[in-house]
C-alpha cells in the first residue's frame, strides 16, 4: 500500500473516531438528563429504563468499534494496515474502503465468526 493510502485510511479512521466520540458524549447527557429528569407514573419509568438500557448497548457497542478503529491507527502507524492479523495476507482494499478497520482479511473473518458462533451457546439450538 502506498503511504498517501495510508494517510487516507488514518484519516478516514480519525473522522469515524471523533464521531463516535461525539455519540458517546451525546448518550452520557442523554442518560443524565433522563435520571435527573425521573418522575411520573409507572409506564414512563418503565420507558425511560427501555431508552436506557438501549442507550447503554448502543455505547457499549460504540466502544467496541472505538477499540478496533484505535487499534487500525496503531497498525497504520506500525505500518501494518492492510495485512490481516491471522494470515498475514493482504486485506482488500475495496473491504477496508467499507470498513477500514478490519484487522481480519475476509477469510480470517469468517473463520473467526464460525469459531465465535460455536463456542456461544446462544448460537446452538
Ligand atoms: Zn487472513
Redesign the pocket.
Known sequence: MKSQEFEDFRKLLLKKRALLLKTDENIDREIKRDLEGRHGDEVDIAESAYEQEMAYLFKSRGKDELRLIEEAIKRIDHGEYGT??????K?AKKRLSAQPYSI??????EESEKTQAGENPAFKS
Open positions: 490481516c492479523a491471522e494470515c498475514e495476507g486485506i481480519l482479511c475476509v477469510h480470517c473473518q
